[in-house]
């Protein structure tokens, strides 16, 4: 009787994404089509109503292309492609030093934003482009104490027409041995004590500034002191010199010397491919130890000691951890009910998946999911 419970609210989940994705794929195309004119026009707008009402235009396009992005993301983000970026022409500087004004709003805080040019141009997808940025920026804020400072650098090399794009803090910064995993998804190092979120966010920042045609430059960071975290991406225009060459130069002298990130070591791709089976099985009740071991071949004593050497957890509790992560992000999507997601990420037993999803997240699902409504 469970069991046909079980297969039928999978049945009802997957239709249900059936039809929210083919109705988002048929959005995407017109709505493209009202955000990037309009995001041409906005800058040379000279009347004040015209400009009123070009934003309000905008703002309402975004909000819906946040919709659709939520929609098509569902799905494993690797699988995603580049005809899931909604591109419009943005001028980055605008952009970004908005979206860094949200933060300025913390007074505990020292922030500094800066850039060599007036206005850089860029062809992006808008909710991608603010999910890289905020996710950089929330980090930075989350991990440095009061007193500390944030610094937002945007600097265009004319040599490369590449936009360097840098978030710097002075936070608890990040253990060395940490810093070639923490754009893997889930990711979260054991040594930070820190059991917040999906341990997703600098994953989407990689994987969308390589949509667009970006890398990451490199990270360095030292414990105690701070972070720096880099990324660079394709420029399509830049405005003509209007800040002074002093200032210039100065803020040059001021980028961190940034440590790139080497090629994907064993370790990296051992564990990126355990959570990419975890995450091919996740709605399999039967996936246990034993399980991983047989799909990726690799001995039960072995996958203890790498799983426990590179994220502090056994592998019971890294599977666990991934199913509750999982389901935090499904319930984050408000499209599912609790039940459903307990079915999607392994569980069938209601009181079990609520005891270990409040003890991941120090709240029920169901609180989880009615949070901002």
């Known amino acids: 009787m469970e069991r046909m419970e079980k297969e039928k609210i999978l049945e009802q989940s997957r239709q249900k994404m059936a ?14 089509r009202i955000i990037a004119p309009v995001s041409q026009l906005l800058p040379v707008a000279e ?3 015209e400009k009123q009402t070009l934003e309000e235009v905008q703002r309402n396009a975004m909000k819906i292309n946040s919709l659709i992005h939520q929609v098509l993301n569902f799905n494993r983000i690797e699988d995603n492609k580049d ?15 908005s979206l860094f004004s949200v933060y300025e709003e913390n007074k505990q805080i020292t922030f500094h934003f800066e850039t060599n040019k007036a206005k850089i141009y860029a062809d992006m997808d808008a909710i991608k482009l603010g999910v890289i940025l905020d996710n950089l920026l929330s980090n930075a804020v989350k991990f440095t104490p009061d007193g500390g400072s944030v610094r937002l650098s945007l ?19 990040i253990a060395q041995q940490d810093i070639p995993y923490i754009f893997q998804r889930f990711f979260q190092s054991p040594h930070s004590g820190n059991k917040e979120g999906t341990g997703i966010g600098l994953y989407l ?8 045609g ?14 720096s975290i880099g990324l660079n991406i394709p420029v399509i225009a830049v405005e003509k010199e209007e800040i002074p060459a002093t200032q210039v130069k100065k803020q040059l002298e001021s980028l961190p010397v940034l440590k790139p990130i080497e090629a994907e070591s064993q370790d990296e791709k051992f564990l990126s491919n355990i959570i990419r ?13 034993n399980a991983l071991c047989e799909l990726s071949g690799i001995s039960n004593k072995q996958i203890y000691r ?7 957890m056994s592998p019971v509790e890294y599977i666990k951890s991934i199913r509750m992560k999982k389901a935090a992000m499904l319930l984050q999507q408000k499209k599912f009910t609790v039940a459903e997601v307990m079915y999607m990420v392994g569980f069938s037993n209601h009181s079990y998946f609520s005891k270990c999803f409040q003890a991941e997240f120090g709240k029920t699902p169901r609180q989880y999911l009615n949070e901002d409504l």
Request: hydrophobic share 30%.
């Open 155 to 173: 600097f265009y090399r004319e040599e490369t027409e590449l936009l360097d794009i840098c978030v710097s803090d002075t936070g608890t910064g």
């Open 47 to 49: 009347e004040v109503h």
């Open 205 to 212: 920042v990689k994987t969308y500034t390589e949509l667009h």
């Open 306 to 312: 790498k799983i426990k050497q590179l994220t502090g």
């Open 277 to 289: 089976l975890i995450e091919d099985h996740l709605s399999e009740s039967e996936l246990n130890v």
């Open 19 to 32: 039809f929210f994705t083919h109705l988002s794929n048929e959005l995407k195309t017109p709505l493209s």
């Open 214 to 227: 970006g890398h990451i430059n490199g990270v360095t960071s030292n414990e105690g002191k701070g972070t």
């Open 83 to 97: 005809s899931l970026l909604i591109l419009s022409r943005i001028e980055l500087v605008s952009f970004s030093r």
